[in-house]
């Protein structure tokens, strides 16, 4: 039996452009996992950069900036998930397909769905974590504890008088 795990899907702006969302949540669906968050989000610069860290040297880095905050779309958005359950790194990244679009399955998400840009970047419509390690340093940099319906990972209390937030008026 393998055990539990927590991964972190994000569907890309082009996916959202090519109105493959329902697309996607179905295939994860039969995947029997559970999903356990979810949010439509603008991906800030910051974030991107973050999220995108290790490959902070490689020649398409600031293209890849560009696509996952939208700005190839006119799409400023992304959908980002955590699904929870055995396996659910391997199950996820088998449904997705290899980076490189090209290469990957036809039956996959991104051998399905996925192209080259002319600039050689992999548009490959959904990212999905790799490993334990990158999936906790991803859910943690996208989910706040209380986004999420089950305990993760050590979370702890903090009470911020002074933290400006908007509420409903
Ligand atoms: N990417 C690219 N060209 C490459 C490698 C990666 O355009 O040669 C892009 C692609 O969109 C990929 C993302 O950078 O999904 C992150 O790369 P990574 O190697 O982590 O691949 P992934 O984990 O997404 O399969
Ligand atoms: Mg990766």
Not at 30 to 38: G, N, W
Not at 45 to 61: M, N, R
Request: hydrophobic content about 35%; charged content about 30%; glycine content about 6%.
């Amino acid at each position: 039996m393998k055990h539990n795990q927590a991964t972190l899907i994000v569907v890309k702006p082009d996916g959202l452009k090519k109105s493959l969302t329902g697309n996607i949540l179905t295939r994860l669906s039969e995947t029997k996992l559970e999903i356990v968050a979810a949010k439509v989000l603008r991906v800030s610069k910051e974030l991107a950069e973050e999220h995108y860290s290790h490959l902070k040297d490689e020649p398409f880095f600031g293209e890849l900036i560009k696509y996952i905050q939208g700005e190839m779309h006119n799409r400023k958005k992304t959908m980002a998930m955590v699904y929870w359950g055995p396996d659910a790194i391997n199950k996820v990244r088998q449904l997705a397909g290899a980076t490189n679009p090209e290469e990957a399955e036809s039956t996959t998400i991104r051998g399905s769905f996925g192209r080259i840009t002319t600039k050689g970047l992999y548009e490959n419509v959904i990212h999905a974590s790799a490993n334990e390690e990158e999936s906790e340093r991803e859910i943690k940099l996208w989910f706040s504890p209380d986004d999420i319906i089950v305990d993760l990972y050590p979370a702890q209390v903090r009470t911020d008088k002074e933290c400006k937030r908007r509420v409903w008026a």
